[in-house]
């Protein structure tokens, strides 16, 4: 069984890591997406079904084309996908945004106490999950939800702020 | 495949029974891995073998409704005798089989040759949790309703794939046009099964057919499209279905008129013909599910018709709602963009969410009183009809049946 779970480990960064070091956008895309499935996979491996799929929708499904139109819609020509840093300060602030990231990421996982003991595998159902979303986790959902519509308000706020600089039209 | 129940018909038993029979003698942990390996050659031949033969019978139903003979040349080899073309699948097979495959200068060769490949795999892996029969399903799992749409979903990346790796702009024009359509036409198809799970309380396929099973009064069975919101989410389900498995008139993807077949410009030979197989084992499986989910399963229509094998009535089911596809496209002109994806966020959605309420005020009716349990019907009814009514309306209004003075 652990042979299966570091394939995945390795699937899923590596394909991470190429990601990153590919000059040409998209590719790194599809590679981000792969990763994604690799997420998904370790999820399956670990008996959480229903996560797993939800990952496979939401992630693989939906978020994927978010990436990939973006990317597209926001790119003049093929030349264009190719990414450079602007200057030796943006990069530098972008490494440092990166590890703050990382930092904090690492801290919170080595600071969570692990069991390592060999407890048996809970079988959760989907109407288990179910029940605690709706049940005890409702506050948490709400809130999630609220700022996520709160997210897509803020994108198209900014997305329609352009329009109103270049009023060629009304004379 | 679960063990077999024994209370049951032989005939009912027979592909459970003849399995046991050919892997009964190997040790555990190889049976298992032997009885899967069967269920998914089963799978792979039978639905292989149904998509060559769809695509004589589509071809020969088109025919008919445009009145000509559709093929009819293809001979059975070595006996010279024609059968109404039966064989011109197998001549396609050999078509595509022995056909160039060009792959163009400037491609991104390992994208394009991996977007048919992920295309079919996605598609394929989508047949694994629908039950064909009783006893008949290849995977159990808790959550198959979401494993069914989650694979279902990543048929998306594959286009995109297959129209940015070609480099060619139409390729990519349409692939952004498909991915527009399969998104807006996502969400009608996503929550037009929720109230199947909603008032079945499950998202396993097995428990769905279990909740479907029985009849009222003796003769109408209790299948969730003989009820309001089970109807409405059927209706929306399967347009949902058209477009998702980009059939006319919703064939935008691919329109050989203006976008010369669109993502599927630049290939050709076997990588075309997997493409086109994607396509109809994406339609076969989504007419699965909708059989599961809302037309009973494996389940026959009257008490008296159950000696008839549950796989068999799945089949019968099946076949029908591909004639139904196929009726579709004779009939029905190709829709523009912008009307489909209007038709999507303004008429199915919007429908879609009413339904969703509706099924609500069904479930929490159907815990009260006899007259209560009578007055559901109407309530339920008028729920869905009234905003289709006003919506079509609404939406149609300006745009007057269209007078043909000249033809």
Redesign the interface.
Same mark, same amino acid.
């Given at each position: 069984m652990n042979a299966v779970l570091i394939v995945i480990a390795l699937v899923t960064l590596g394909a991470a890591a190429v990601a990153m070091t590919l000059r040409n956008l998209?590719h790194s895309a599809?590679l981000l997406?792969a990763s994604w499935a690799g997420v998904a996979a370790f999820y399956l491996w670990a008996g959480a079904?229903?996560v797993a799929?939800?990952e496979?929708?939401v992630y #693989?499904?939906?978020v994927?084309?978010v990436v990939?139109?973006a990317v597209?819609l926001t790119r003049r020509s093929r030349a264009d996908l190719t990414v450079t840093p602007d200057s030796a300060g943006r990069a530098i602030s972008g490494f440092i945004a990166g590890g703050a990231v990382c930092g904090v990421l690492v801290g919170a996982i080595v600071a969570t106490p692990m069991g390592v003991g060999s407890s048996p595998t809970p079988t959760v159902? #989907?109407?288990q999950i179910g029940v605690q979303l709706m049940g005890t986790h409702a506050a948490s959902l709400l809130i999630v939800g609220v700022l996520l519509t709160v997210a897509l308000l803020g994108a198209i706020v900014i997305a329609s702020a352009d329009r109103t600089d270049d009023s060629e039209d009304t004379p | 495949m679960i063990a077999a129940a024994t209370t049951d018909a032989f005939l009912e038993r027979a592909p459970v029974l003849l399995r046991d029979a050919v892997t009964g003698f190997l040790p555990e942990p190889w049976r298992t891995l032997v009885n899967a390996l069967i269920a998914v050659g089963l799978i792979l031949g039978i639905f292989g073998t149904l998509f060559a033969f769809i695509t004589l019978a589509e071809r020969k139903i088109l025919g008919r409704v445009q009145n000509r003979p559709g093929p009819n040349r293809a001979p059975i080899p070595f006996i010279n005798k024609r059968f109404f073309g039966l064989s011109q699948p197998f001549a396609d097979g050999v078509k595509s089989l022995t056909k160039e495959d060009i792959v163009p200068r400037d491609a991104d060769k390992v994208l394009h040759y991996l977007a048919p490949v992920a295309l079919l795999a996605f598609s394929i892996l989508t047949f694994a949790v629908i039950p064909y029969g009783r006893n008949l399903v290849p995977v159990e799992l808790d959550a198959a309703v979401l494993y069914f749409f989650a694979a279902g979903a990543a048929t998306e990346l594959a286009v995109f794939m297959a129209g940015w790796a070609s480099r060619n702009k139409y390729s990519l024009l349409a692939a952004m046009r498909a991915l527009a359509q399969l998104i807006s036409y996502e969400l009608p198809l996503l929550l037009s099964w929720v109230p199947v799970v909603l008032i079945a309380g499950t998202l396993s396929t097995t428990a769905i057919v279990d909740a479907q099973a029985g009849w009222k009064f003796g003769f109408i069975p209790h299948w969730h499209v003989f009820t309001p919101w089970g109807f409405a989410g059927f209706v929306i389900f399967m347009v949902a279905a058209l477009a998702e498995s980009n059939r006319s008139p919703f064939d935008t993807p691919e329109a050989e008129s203006e976008l010369i077949a669109g993502h599927l410009t630049e290939y050709s030979g076997f990588k075309y013909a997997l493409f086109f197989m994607a396509e109809y084992f994406g339609m076969l499986a989504l007419s699965g599910m909708a059989i599961t989910l809302f037309l009973g399963g494996w389940r026959s229509p009257l008490p008296f018709l159950e000696f008839i094998p549950s796989y068999l009535w799945f089949g019968g089911k099946l076949l029908a709602l591909i004639f139904g596809f196929i009726w579709i496209r004779a009939t029905f002109p190709r829709l523009r963009i912008d009307q489909l994806t209007r038709f999507a966020w303004k008429f199915l959605v919007p429908l879609a969410l009413i339904n969703l309420g509706n099924t609500i005020v069904w479930s929490l009716m159907s815990n009260s009183s006899a007259l209560m349990q009578l007055a559901r019907w109407p309530v339920c009814a008028a729920i869905i009809l009234v905003p289709f009514v006003v919506l079509g309306r609404k939406l149609s209004a300006g745009v007057a049946p269209r007078i043909y003075r000249y033809a």
């Amino acid at each position: 069984m652990n042979a299966v779970l570091i394939v995945i480990a390795l699937v899923t960064l590596g394909a991470a890591a190429v990601a990153m070091t590919l000059r040409n956008l998209i590719h790194s895309a599809l590679l981000l997406i792969a990763s994604w499935a690799g997420v998904a996979a370790f999820y399956l491996w670990a008996g959480a079904e229903f996560v797993a799929f939800a990952e496979i929708l939401v992630y #693989v499904g939906a978020v994927s084309m978010v990436v990939l139109f973006a990317v597209l819609l926001t790119r003049r020509s093929r030349a264009d996908l190719t990414v450079t840093p602007d200057s030796a300060g943006r990069a530098i602030s972008g490494f440092i945004a990166g590890g703050a990231v990382c930092g904090v990421l690492v801290g919170a996982i080595v600071a969570t106490p692990m069991g390592v003991g060999s407890s048996p595998t809970p079988t959760v159902t #989907v109407k288990q999950i179910g029940v605690q979303l709706m049940g005890t986790h409702a506050a948490s959902l709400l809130i999630v939800g609220v700022l996520l519509t709160v997210a897509l308000l803020g994108a198209i706020v900014i997305a329609s702020a352009d329009r109103t600089d270049d009023s060629e039209d009304t004379p | 495949m679960i063990a077999a129940a024994t209370t049951d018909a032989f005939l009912e038993r027979a592909p459970v029974l003849l399995r046991d029979a050919v892997t009964g003698f190997l040790p555990e942990p190889w049976r298992t891995l032997v009885n899967a390996l069967i269920a998914v050659g089963l799978i792979l031949g039978i639905f292989g073998t149904l998509f060559a033969f769809i695509t004589l019978a589509e071809r020969k139903i088109l025919g008919r409704v445009q009145n000509r003979p559709g093929p009819n040349r293809a001979p059975i080899p070595f006996i010279n005798k024609r059968f109404f073309g039966l064989s011109q699948p197998f001549a396609d097979g050999v078509k595509s089989l022995t056909k160039e495959d060009i792959v163009p200068r400037d491609a991104d060769k390992v994208l394009h040759y991996l977007a048919p490949v992920a295309l079919l795999a996605f598609s394929i892996l989508t047949f694994a949790v629908i039950p064909y029969g009783r006893n008949l399903v290849p995977v159990e799992l808790d959550a198959a309703v979401l494993y069914f749409f989650a694979a279902g979903a990543a048929t998306e990346l594959a286009v995109f794939m297959a129209g940015w790796a070609s480099r060619n702009k139409y390729s990519l024009l349409a692939a952004m046009r498909a991915l527009a359509q399969l998104i807006s036409y996502e969400l009608p198809l996503l929550l037009s099964w929720v109230p199947v799970v909603l008032i079945a309380g499950t998202l396993s396929t097995t428990a769905i057919v279990d909740a479907q099973a029985g009849w009222k009064f003796g003769f109408i069975p209790h299948w969730h499209v003989f009820t309001p919101w089970g109807f409405a989410g059927f209706v929306i389900f399967m347009v949902a279905a058209l477009a998702e498995s980009n059939r006319s008139p919703f064939d935008t993807p691919e329109a050989e008129s203006e976008l010369i077949a669109g993502h599927l410009t630049e290939y050709s030979g076997f990588k075309y013909a997997l493409f086109f197989m994607a396509e109809y084992f994406g339609m076969l499986a989504l007419s699965g599910m909708a059989i599961t989910l809302f037309l009973g399963g494996w389940r026959s229509p009257l008490p008296f018709l159950e000696f008839i094998p549950s796989y068999l009535w799945f089949g019968g089911k099946l076949l029908a709602l591909i004639f139904g596809f196929i009726w579709i496209r004779a009939t029905f002109p190709r829709l523009r963009i912008d009307q489909l994806t209007r038709f999507a966020w303004k008429f199915l959605v919007p429908l879609a969410l009413i339904n969703l309420g509706n099924t609500i005020v069904w479930s929490l009716m159907s815990n009260s009183s006899a007259l209560m349990q009578l007055a559901r019907w109407p309530v339920c009814a008028a729920i869905i009809l009234v905003p289709f009514v006003v919506l079509g309306r609404k939406l149609s209004a300006g745009v007057a049946p269209r007078i043909y003075r000249y033809a």
